[in-house]
């Protein structure tokens, strides 16, 4: 099981795309900085991909509130905050940061 964490707004850049190609099934998606971005309904298409495909999807609640994203109206999303955050970590096997 890997954690991604994906720091890159999907408007900026490909790495959301990216992670796609490598996240499977039993994986977890942490959006944090940028990257709660994604949430945004022209990005959110992607996100409801990979939960299809069985990732579990995450956002720092700081940086959504930081950005006036409300995380808590996306469903199948988990909001943690950096305690949930170092949960997370410890949780999967190893991580993979995108920038």
Same mark, same amino acid.
């Given at each position: 099981?890997?954690?991604?964490?994906?720091?890159? #707004?999907?408007?900026?850049?490909?790495?959301?795309?990216?992670?796609?190609? @490598?996240?499977?099934?039993?994986?977890?998606?942490? !959006?944090?900085?940028?990257?709660?971005?994604?949430?945004?309904?022209?990005?959110?298409?992607? !996100?409801? &991909? !990979?939960?299809?495909?069985?990732?579990?999807?995450?956002?720092? &609640?700081?940086?959504?509130?930081?950005?006036?994203?409300? #995380? &808590?109206?996306?469903?199948?999303?988990?909001? @943690?905050?950096?305690?949930?955050?170092?949960?997370?970590?410890?949780?999967?096997?190893? #991580? @993979? #940061?995108?920038?």
């Amino acid at each position: 099981m890997t954690l991604h964490i994906l720091f890159e #707004s999907p408007f900026a850049g490909h790495a959301l795309e990216e992670c796609r190609r @490598v996240a499977g099934a039993g994986d977890a998606l942490l !959006l944090a900085g940028d990257g709660v971005y994604a949430l945004a309904d022209t990005a959110a298409d992607a !996100l409801h &991909a !990979l939960r299809a495909d069985g990732i579990a999807l995450f956002a720092l &609640a700081e940086d959504c509130a930081a950005r006036g994203i409300a #995380s &808590a109206e996306v469903p199948g999303l988990g909001a @943690v905050d950096y305690g949930g955050f170092v949960e997370l970590t410890l949780a999967h096997e190893r #991580s @993979v #940061s995108w920038f």
